[in-house]
């Protein structure tokens, strides 16, 4: 029985849908981990593991962050390495933007103080806090672009599975260190914003955290899959390689 052609028409359409979500998922992600940043969430695990212990202890950024990791790997297979980077340096600025509305959101008047000072703990980011996840959003997300396709390049856009590990492994880790590092250690000690961590809570808290951002990255594989295949219906077989050439 033949299967039905997809005429260009729709798939051009499906890939200016795909365009649009993939970027607002992308924006959605980053902004939401922006504002959860200075929470830190503790996450039983069935068994201690050795330095972590018997806890993942990591910033509420890390779970939503994490998918910006996957929007931006869908975008880069589906549109291209300027168009990746094009997103994760514009989204950089609007970072700016965001921080911008949400400090004069803080200083103006409030009808009712109390809620005012409620609402300040829970949104005010900390400097050290900022100074990190900036400096690693940078420099993480304009790596994994990078990466992924350096490897798409060099296996003749084979193995999509091994781009998206890859790229979302090492960057992951960049990010977790540099933010990890600066938040807690660089920024306190060297320029007196917040306070430092033993050097052994940090170690703890970069392994515990990659360790989790790693089983993310092996569980979102599929999803990637999925979304560049249900966006390109007629691109070739994943193995043989799709999406644009760059």
């Not at 999509?160 to 979302?168: D, E, F, K, Y």
Request: charged share 10%; hydrophobic share 55%.
């Amino acid at each position: 029985m033949r299967s039905e052609q997809v005429a260009p028409g729709r798939s051009s359409d499906r890939l200016a849908i795909g365009q649009i979500s993939l970027i607002g998922l992308f924006v959605t992600a980053l902004v939401t981990a922006q504002l959860t940043a200075a929470k830190l969430l503790a996450l039983s695990l069935p068994a201690e593991l050795p330095t972590v212990g018997a806890e993942i202890v990591l910033p509420g950024a890390a779970l939503a962050y994490a998918l910006t990791f996957f929007a931006s790997d869908c975008y880069a297979e589906l549109y291209g390495r300027r168009a990746a980077q094009v997103m994760v340096n514009v989204a950089f600025g609007l970072n700016f933007v965001v921080l911008a509305l949400v400090w004069s959101t803080l200083q103006a008047p409030a009808v009712d103080p109390e809620f005012a000072a409620t609402f300040e703990a829970a949104l005010a980011p900390s400097a050290n806090i900022v100074l990190g996840s900036l400096l690693a959003y940078l420099v993480s997300q304009n790596w994994d672009v990078y990466v992924f396709h350096w490897i798409r390049d060099y296996t003749a856009g084979k193995y999509l599975w091994v781009r998206n590990l890859a790229s979302t492994a090492t960057s992951q880790w960049i990010d977790t260190v540099i933010f990890v590092s600066v938040g807690f250690v660089v920024a306190p000690s060297l320029l007196g914003i917040g306070e430092a961590m033993p050097t052994e809570v940090v170690f703890s808290l970069i392994v515990g955290q990659y360790l989790l951002k790693v089983l993310i990255a092996v569980v979102d594989t599929p999803f990637v899959y999925l979304i560049v295949r249900f966006l390109r219906p007629d691109a070739p077989d994943p193995q043989s390689g799709y999406g644009v050439e760059t």
